[in-house]
Every structure is written in structure tokens, then in C-alpha cells.
């Protein structure tokens, strides 16, 4: 058998990624401390170094992912099916084995490349990385039920386009920087910047003295100052939607999906607000698959939801059947790890129709593990968060106050998992990432993590796996 070199020089073998395409077998294995991807007999898209013993080993870099997609099909990110969907992120790159696990027996399509422009930046990756990592673990996993690859929170029409270029099948646009919080505007500075907005006659005539009949909440109709208010807060957002929708088009002419997403301003989006931003992005001809309003309550990084249930079910509801009458369109929720509270709430009020993005998720678990098999490494990185802090919380929501974290030098090796859970610690591990994945303890970390690679992906499965469950499409354990 092809492998006997290898595995005589201590190799390992990944079962499941075994698998042949012109004559050549291929498969991940792990040596060294490291992953890389034998093939049997070299080819020349593939870079490596022939062996000694016969075949040909490949370091896991990005021309050889998108070298092993074109011989596998399944490695190729595809457009959402029908029904609800859900994006996995991953800070490192090493959590889609983990991923994969969590939907094993879940009925639902995942994403498993996702990552913004904004978090790139902040660990140094580019849109290539991320895909090209998704795609080994896909591999290593033998997995073969597809999925989607989303450029999230885009603000530049290059970014998107670039992303287009290598693959990606889903963008998220983020109009955000044109959002104005228009609520907190005098009715007369608001009539002022309407009458700057070249659609604002156009907006007149659509909406006033009109009602739309919502399915399942009775018929919705604009005031003037609600027009006016609407158009202002968010009639730039949607022309920057429409804008970088059709520059898509051209770069890709056989589909994409496309979601905007305003999750990251300032103020919730209200129903009425939401019938408005749908209704114009169709009546433009962008077609998109998934929409983010900001929703009430706090909606902060890897911590439950906390506010108002009432006032989130009522306002969920309207935004649920907004989507379903004007559109069909998923809801899409943004933040979405953690948010124990809400999944039940947002299954059932979408009837399934939804999208839940998780991200930081998957590098809180790997802190989890961390904390237990290297606590050394893992007070280290506890230690640089809390110093990075003031700086790594810009631009997200959060609330953790630093100095309610127990100082590390009074805690056990055995009270530091508990660091990961607390509201304050993990919050601010959370904001973290960057700062530790750009320095050396990153690399630590991730050496730390492909040794103990069945416990990162046992612990994702079922941290994920809770998520699945509480949105109805993954049974209890
Ligand atoms: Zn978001």
C-alpha cells in the first residue's frame, strides 16, 4: 500500500480523506506536528517534495487546496439549497473537522469558509487562507455534502470582487458606514437631508399613501416622518447595496448568493424600517438570499442575548413575515453564537427560513482546550488579551469591564476553564484573536491544537452541536 513510507516514518494517516483521482491516491497526514497532503505519484499542480520511499508530499498551502479542487468536485464552495443555513467561522483554520462533526447528523447546509474582511485584518489571513483551510478540513473529513463559502461584512466593491475571483459563493454586503442613526435627528434636520436624497421623490411616490399586507401581522403603511426617517437612515446603505449587487452580477453571471447585513449600527432596525430596505433592493433587481437587521437587545460577541424577550419575539415576528411576504428571503442573524435564548424564538418565527452566522465561537473552544491541556500557554494568552484589550474592543459590541476578571496568579490550573465561560474573561478573550493570533502565541496555539485535534473537534461538535439543537434541527444528545 502507497503509504507504508510514511507511516514507517511515524506519519499518521487521516482515514477518511483517502481517496483516488487519475491514478493518484491522495490523503492528509500528520507528522511533525504539522498536516500535509500526500499524493501518491507527483503531479505537477501540486508543489512538494518527492520522498525517498516513492509518492509526494504537499504542505497545506493555497495553490495546492485550490489544485485539489479542481480534481475534486465537492471541494468547490456551492450556493445555498432551500431551507435554513448556517455559517460556521473560524479564526485559525482548524476548526472544520469540528464543524463538520456538529452537522453530522443535523439537517441544515453550513458555510464553512466565513470569514470579514475585518477579521482578516486582524489575524493577518487573507480570503484565499480562509478558503483554502475550510477546504483540507473538508478533505481530511471525506466530506461530500457541500457547502458555501461567504465574504463577510464586505464595505469595498474590490473586496468582493476579489473574493469572486477565487470562488466565494456568498457575500455579505455591510452597508453600514452609510446608515445614519436618523432617530437621533430633529424632524427638521431629517426633512433637510431627504431633500439631498436624489431618490426623494421617488420614495414619496412609492410609499406614501400605500399599504402593504403583511402576511400573519395585517398591513403596514409609512407615515411622512416615517418615510422621511427611513429613507434617511437607510437610502444610502441601499444604493451601496444595489452598487456592489450589480457589480457582482457582472463578475459572476451564473449566480451568487447575497445577504446584507446592517447587524453593526448603531440602532435596531425597526419592521417598518426593514420593509423599506427590502422593498427597495428588489425594486432595484437585487436578489438577494439573506437579510441582517440590526436586532433589539444586546446582541454581543460569544455571550447569550440579553434584553427585552418580549419586545424581541414581537419585533422578530414582524421581521419574519416582513421576509416571507415582500421577499423569501432568510433572516439572518448575526453575533449568532451563544445566543441560547434566541434560536428556538428564531426557528419558529421564520419557519425554518434562516441564517445564523458563528465565528468567534470556534476560538473561544480552542481557549477551552488550551485552558485545560496547556494551562502555561493559556494564562499567557489570558494575560496579553486583558493587556489588548482597550485596543481590540473598537468596533464590537461588548460589554465586559476588565477589571471584574479574578487576577490569574490567585487562580489553579483547575479554576482556569471557568475563565472561558464568565462573562467578563470570555468576552474579553473573545476581542482577543487578532492580538494573539498575529503574535507568537498563536502559532503556540495552533501546535497545541493539531496535537490535540479530537479534543478541539469533540468539544466544537458539541458546543455547535447545542446550537443546532436549539434551533430544532439536531436532536438532544
Ligand atoms: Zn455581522
Known amino acids: 500500500?502507497?503509504?507504508?513510507?510514511?507511516?514507517?516514518?511515524?506519519?499518521?494517516?487521516?482515514?477518511?480523506?483517502?481517496?483516488?483521482?487519475?491514478?493518484?491516491?491522495?490523503?492528509?497526514?500528520?507528522?511533525?506536528?504539522?498536516?500535509?497532503?500526500?499524493?501518491?505519484?507527483?503531479?505537477?499542480?501540486?508543489?512538494?517534495?518527492?520522498?525517498?520511499?516513492?509518492?509526494?508530499?504537499?504542505?497545506?498551502?493555497?495553490?495546492?487546496?485550490?489544485?485539489l479542487q479542481r480534481l475534486f468536485p465537492s471541494l468547490s464552495p456551492r450556493r445555498l439549497p432551500e431551507g435554513a443555513s448556517f455559517g460556521f467561522g473560524d479564526r485559525l483554520g482548524l476548526a472544520t473537522p469540528g464543524h463538520i462533526r456538529a452537522i453530522s447528523s443535523a439537517n441544515v447546509f453550513p458555510v464553512l469558509a466565513q470569514q470579514s474582511v475585518r477579521e482578516n485584518a486582524r489575524t493577518g489571513r487573507t480570503f484565499e487562507e480562509v478558503l483554502a483551510q475550510a477546504i483540507f478540513g473538508i478533505f481530511q473529513e471525506g466530506y461530500e455534502g457541500g457547502f458555501g463559502a461567504d465574504a463577510d461584512h464586505l464595505k469595498r466593491i474590490g473586496d468582493a470582487l476579489h473574493?469572486?475571483?477565487?470562488?466565494?459563493?456568498?457575500?455579505?454586503?455591510?452597508?453600514?458606514?452609510?446608515?445614519?442613526?436618523?432617530?437621533?435627528?430633529?424632524?427638521?434636520?431629517?426633512?433637510?437631508?431627504?431633500?439631498?436624497?436624489?431618490?426623494?421623490?421617488?420614495?414619496?411616490?412609492?410609499?406614501?399613501?400605500?399599504?402593504?399586507?403583511?402576511?400573519?401581522?395585517?398591513?403596514?403603511?409609512?407615515?411622512?416622518?416615517?418615510?422621511?426617517?427611513?429613507a434617511v437612515k437607510y437610502g444610502n446603505a441601499v444604493d451601496f447595496a444595489d452598487k456592489l449587487y450589480h457589480a457582482l452580477t457582472v463578475r459572476l453571471p451564473q449566480g451568487f448568493d447575497y445577504e446584507v447585513s446592517v447587524d453593526e449600527t448603531e440602532t435596531p432596525t425597526t419592521p417598518l424600517e426593514h420593509l423599506f430596505v427590502a422593498h427597495e433592493l428588489l425594486r432595484r433587481g437585487v436578489d438577494f438570499v439573506s437579510l441582517a437587521p440590526r436586532f433589539v437587545g444586546a446582541m454581543e460577541k460569544g455571550v447569550d442575548w440579553r434584553g427585552d424577550l418580549e419586545a424581541f419575539r414581537r419585533e422578530l415576528?414582524?421581521?419574519?413575515?416582513?421576509?416571507?411576504?415582500?421577499?423569501?428571503?432568510?433572516?439572518s442573524l448575526h453575533s449568532g453564537s451563544d445566543k441560547f435564548t434566541l434560536y428556538p424564538f428564531l426557528a419558529k418565527e421564520t419557519r425554518g427560513l434562516w441564517h445564523v452566522k458563528t465565528a468567534g465561537t470556534s476560538y473561544l473552544v480552542a481557549l477551552e482546550v488550551a485552558a485545560h491541556r496547556a494551562p502555561v500557554l493559556f494564562r499567557e494568552i489570558a494575560q496579553f488579551s486583558v493587556?489588548?484589550?482597550?485596543?481590540?474592543?473598537?468596533?464590537?459590541?461588548?460589554?465586559?469591564?476588565?477589571?471584574?476578571?479574578?487576577?490569574?496568579?490567585?487562580?489553579?490550573?483547575?479554576?482556569?476553564?471557568?475563565?472561558?465561560?464568565?462573562?467578563?474573561?470570555?468576552?474579553?478573550?473573545?476581542?482577543?484573536?487578532?492580538?494573539?493570533?498575529?503574535?507568537?502565541?498563536?502559532?503556540?496555539?495552533k501546535k497545541l491544537l493539531v496535537e490535540y485535534e479530537d479534543d478541539y473537534s469533540e468539544v466544537l461538535a458539541t458546543h455547535l452541536g447545542r446550537h443546532l439543537q436549539g434551533l430544532g434541527i439536531a436532536a438532544s444528545p
Not at 399613501?209 to 402576511?215: A, K, M, N, S, V
Not at 415576528?317 to 433572516?331: C, E, F, K, N, P
Open 163 to 230: 473574493a469572486a475571483d477565487i470562488g466565494y459563493t456568498f457575500f455579505t454586503c455591510d452597508p453600514g458606514d452609510y446608515v445614519v442613526a436618523a432617530e437621533r435627528l430633529s424632524l427638521q434636520e431629517v426633512q433637510r437631508q431627504f431633500a439631498l436624497l436624489p431618490e426623494a421623490d421617488d420614495f414619496r411616490r412609492e410609499y406614501l399613501g400605500r399599504t402593504f399586507e403583511i402576511d400573519g401581522i395585517g398591513s403596514l403603511a409609512f407615515s411622512e416622518e416615517e418615510l422621511i426617517r427611513a
Open 317 to 331: 415576528r414582524a421581521h419574519a413575515a416582513i421576509a416571507r411576504t415582500v421577499g423569501s428571503y432568510r433572516l
Open 1 to 67: 500500500m502507497v503509504f507504508w513510507g510514511l507511516l514507517n516514518r511515524g506519519y499518521a494517516l487521516y482515514d477518511r480523506s483517502v481517496r483516488e483521482a487519475q491514478g493518484v491516491t491522495f490523503a492528509l497526514v500528520r507528522g511533525g506536528g504539522r498536516k500535509q497532503l500526500f499524493l501518491s505519484e507527483r503531479l505537477s499542480e501540486f508543489s512538494g517534495e518527492v520522498l525517498p520511499e516513492g509518492g509526494f508530499l504537499c504542505p497545506l498551502l493555497v495553490e495546492n487546496a485550490f489544485a
Open 387 to 445: 493587556e489588548q484589550f482597550a485596543k481590540d474592543r473598537a468596533s464590537y459590541h461588548i460589554s465586559a469591564d476588565p477589571s471584574l476578571i479574578p487576577s490569574l496568579e490567585g487562580l489553579s490550573d483547575d479554576e482556569l476553564p471557568a475563565l472561558v465561560a464568565q462573562h467578563h474573561s470570555r468576552q474579553v478573550l473573545h476581542v482577543g484573536f487578532g492580538s494573539v493570533l498575529k503574535s507568537p502565541l498563536g502559532n503556540e496555539l
